[in-house]
């Protein structure tokens, strides 16, 4: 048994991976808190509006698709702690100025669009940073178990905010519960000063010039890569708009409280939480057909969740759904991450951001429509079906292209210094 836990949370006895764990805990779940209490509020000022939802989710993921690209070069080409502590300084102030709106009665639907807006701009420079550093924190051997970790701690705190939010927006309104958010920032400033910069797994020379063309080239040489990144853009794209479908499922049809939309919330999250654990014991990096079947189950389970007859089925399906969702996000990660030359990593894993998060967009777009026009049950029926067939045209794909790993030509070299430059260690 403790030769088990030993292995699930090696990543923990780095001291590094330890403290940037326990701030982003705390912060993840202070913004898990603000997605419900933003939820509430849009709803509430629209009437129960999914194209006001689905506007504001776009406008919050939209920036991914202008900046992921260049924040990856930004990545691998400055330190990454510097650019994570810059990041979560921004949207604490930004989530403090919302929150200081809705306090004083002044909010309306535009301030939550500008907000939005605001927060997806950082969130693009920041998701690419956060992926690639966890390398650099653990290093290649224990990058599947921190990643794993960091999943878990991710859907731990989807778990505590959305639960604890919804009790408190009941009690309080969403303003107190914007505030909180805005104070959770802190957290992984915290932890992030606390780093000590010389046990980094940092390379010996960053470039001077993090070319996005190169990285897209790194990954076009990559046939075994193009196929999970096709699957990863359909499903972030259709399957992934559960900021929109869960609001919509306890208001419009089983017209439940803010408690309830958390309970909803938290039992998904529970499913999410118990994938990221499943994936803890991950060594190596995961076959294709263990990421295409992972997508496949994420389809079948959100198509049936649309189709839950009660509440009680529909937490059940939720929590299944949960975690399959967390399981192929898991599993895309893991396969693409380690076939990644590590001095394309940041640029690569932007691509990855931008394809899984980036067409969120123009899913929240499709999918509040489809809600809007037909109602949210039809609308997760659907991504569910969709989802499913591209899992099964993954593998197909893979194969026709020669499928399993090919040989990349090796990668263009970067205009470098003559002499090495000095790495700033970020303190």
């Known amino acids: 048994m403790r030769g088990v836990l030993d292995r699930t949370f090696a990543s923990l006895a780095v001291r590094n991976f ?3 764990a326990g701030g982003q805990l705390v912060s993840v779940a202070g913004t898990w808190m603000m997605v419900v209490a933003q939820d509430w509020l849009v709803l509430s000022l629209t009437d129960d509006s999914a194209g006001a939802l689905g506007a ?5 993921f939209a920036p991914l698709l202008l900046l992921t690209l260049h924040a990856g070069g930004l990545a691998d080409r400055h330190d990454k702690r510097r ?3 810059a990041a979560n300084l921004v949207s604490g102030v930004c989530a403090a100025a919302l929150a200081a709106l809705v306090l004083t009665d002044g909010v309306r639907l535009w301030h939550v669009f500008v907000f939005a807006l605001l927060l997806g701009s950082v969130n693009a420079v920041e998701v690419p940073a956060r992926m690639a550093f966890v390398s650099e924190l653990v290093g290649a051997d224990l990058l599947p178990n921190a990643s794993a970790l960091s999943a878990a701690y991710f859907n731990l705190a989807r778990v505590l905010g959305p639960a604890a939010a919804g009790l408190l927006v009941a009690w309080w309104g969403t303003g107190p519960v914007m505030l909180v958010n805005a104070v959770s920032y802190l957290a992984t400033v915290a932890g992030l000063r606390m780093i000590r910069p010389a046990e ?3 390379a010996a020379v960053r470039p001077r010039r993090a070319r996005v063309r190169a990285g897209v080239r790194h990954l076009l040489d990559r046939r075994d890569l193009l196929p999970p990144m096709a699957l990863v853009a359909v499903t972030g794209m259709i399957g992934y708009n559960f900021q929109l479908t869960l609001p919509l499922l306890a208001r419009t049809v089983f017209d439940t409280d803010a408690a309830a939309f958390g309970l909803l919330t938290a039992a998904f999250a529970a499913g999410s939480l118990l994938a990221a654990f499943a994936t803890t014991a991950r ?8 990421v295409t079947g992972a997508a496949l189950a994420l389809g079948v389970f959100q198509a049936l969740a649309g189709l839950a007859p009660g509440f009680p089925t529909a937490l059940a399906l939720l929590c299944a759904m949960g975690f ?8 895309a990660n893991h396969h693409i991450q380690l076939g990644t030359d590590p001095a394309f990593r940041g640029r690569v894993m932007a691509l990855y951001t931008l394809l899984f998060q980036g067409t969120t967009p123009v899913g929240a777009l499709l999918t509040g429509a489809v809600a809007g026009a037909y109602g949210v049950r039809w609308a997760m029926v659907g991504a569910g079906v969709l989802c499913t067939l591209a899992a099964v ?7 026709r292209r020669g499928g399993l790993p090919g040989t990349a030509r090796a990668p263009e ?3 470098e210094p003559s002499a090495p430059p000095r790495i700033p260690d970020g303190s």
């Open 83 to 85: 650019l994570l502590t």
């Open 56 to 60: 504001v989710t776009a406008l919050q």
């Open 413 to 415: 070299p970067e205009a």
């Open 324 to 331: 399959a969702s967390v399981y192929f996000a898991q599993a």
């Open 283 to 290: 060594r190596g990096r995961p076959p294709l057909r263990l």
């Open 18 to 20: 330890r403290l940037f």
């Open 200 to 202: 980094l797994h940092r």
């Open 393 to 399: 045209v993954a593998p197909a794909a893979a194969r």
